[in-house]
């Protein structure tokens, strides 16, 4: 899987503009005989849609398509707790020992993930919590080609749908508290182009009305 090359100016811009998070649909902790601590999740099911949010009477929803991740760079992806660094980093996928490594598969219809955690202080608190269920989410933080998205609008039925068609690279998967977080950047961003969809209606119906008024003129004259 060819790999894009992101300068640090790059990744750093690449994040400030299009870091986003989303629930994975499961995460769960395995006990083990050899007493490793794994937790595995569900980060991504493929072609299925799922809601963001309600944009004034409409339902906005977005999917993943398959081909999404055909050239994504998850070569070095860590593993977080609420994508922050207060509990350090428990698994990634460069680890070169079993402990401590994440595995991400790539899969038909989703994308799936196992981290054997590292025996520090907040891997432990993280198999734990997960293991109790205090902490039962997760979500992934990625880039994703806002150029190639395709936006499918249902005016009939009030819907709008964004197909997710290239995602550039995952920075993290992240176990926590709250999955579907309505205050990270691919809300704000989905906003901003129903927004810009919102106003270019608003120009066409009055471009239309100034329109027949300049044909109702000349029919007069």
Same mark, same amino acid.
């Given at each position: 899987? @060819?790999? @894009?090359?992101?300068?640090?100016?790059?990744?750093?811009?690449?994040?400030?503009?299009?870091?986003?998070?989303?629930?994975?649909?499961?995460?769960?902790?395995?006990?083990?005989?050899?007493?490793?601590? +794994? =937790?595995?999740?569900? @980060?991504?099911?493929?072609?299925?849609?799922?809601?963001?949010?309600?944009?004034?009477?409409?339902?906005?929803?977005?999917?993943?398509?398959?081909?999404?991740? *055909?050239?994504?760079?998850?070569?070095?992806?860590?593993?977080?707790? /609420?994508?922050?660094?207060?509990?350090?980093?428990?698994?990634?996928?460069?680890?070169? !020992? &079993?402990?401590?490594?994440?595995?991400? /598969?790539?899969?038909?219809?989703?994308?799936? %993930?196992?981290? /054997?955690?590292?025996?520090?202080?907040?891997?432990?608190?993280?198999?734990?919590?997960?293991?109790?269920?205090?902490?039962?989410?997760?979500?992934?933080?990625?880039? &994703?080609?806002? !150029?190639?998205?395709?936006?499918?609008?249902?005016?009939?039925?009030?819907? =709008?749908?964004?197909?997710?068609?290239?995602?550039?690279?995952?920075?993290?998967?992240?176990?926590?508290?709250?999955?579907? *977080? @309505?205050?990270?950047?691919?809300?704000?961003? $989905?906003?901003?182009?129903?927004?810009? $969809?919102?106003?270019? %209606?608003?120009?066409?119906?009055? *471009?239309?009305?100034?329109?027949?008024?300049? +044909?109702?003129?000349? =029919?007069? /004259?």
């Amino acid at each position: 899987m @060819p790999k @894009p090359v992101i300068t640090q100016d790059g990744e750093l811009a690449l994040r400030s503009a299009y870091r986003d998070y989303r629930r994975l649909v499961e995460v769960r902790a395995l006990d083990t005989e050899s007493g490793d601590m +794994i =937790i595995e999740g569900t @980060p991504v099911i493929f072609g299925q849609e799922y809601k963001l949010f309600r944009f004034g009477d409409t339902d906005v929803y977005e999917v993943i398509e398959r081909d999404a991740f *055909n050239e994504t760079d998850m070569q070095d992806v860590p593993l977080k707790y /609420n994508h922050g660094d207060s509990k350090g980093t428990p698994a990634r996928t460069t680890c070169k !020992q &079993e402990q401590g490594r994440l595995t991400l /598969n790539l899969l038909d219809d989703r994308l799936e %993930m196992r981290a /054997n955690l590292l025996p520090t202080s907040g891997g432990k608190d993280l198999f734990l919590e997960v293991k109790a269920g205090t902490v039962a989410q997760m979500s992934w933080a990625f880039t &994703e080609d806002a !150029q190639s998205t395709k936006v499918v609008e249902d005016r009939e039925n009030k819907r =709008i749908t964004f197909y997710v068609k290239k995602v550039l690279r995952m920075f993290d998967v992240s176990a926590v508290d709250f999955g579907a *977080n @309505p205050e990270t950047s691919i809300y704000a961003r $989905r906003r901003s182009d129903l927004d810009q $969809r919102a106003a270019l %209606m608003d120009l066409e119906k009055r *471009n239309k009305l100034m329109q027949e008024i300049l +044909i109702k003129t000349k =029919i007069k /004259n």
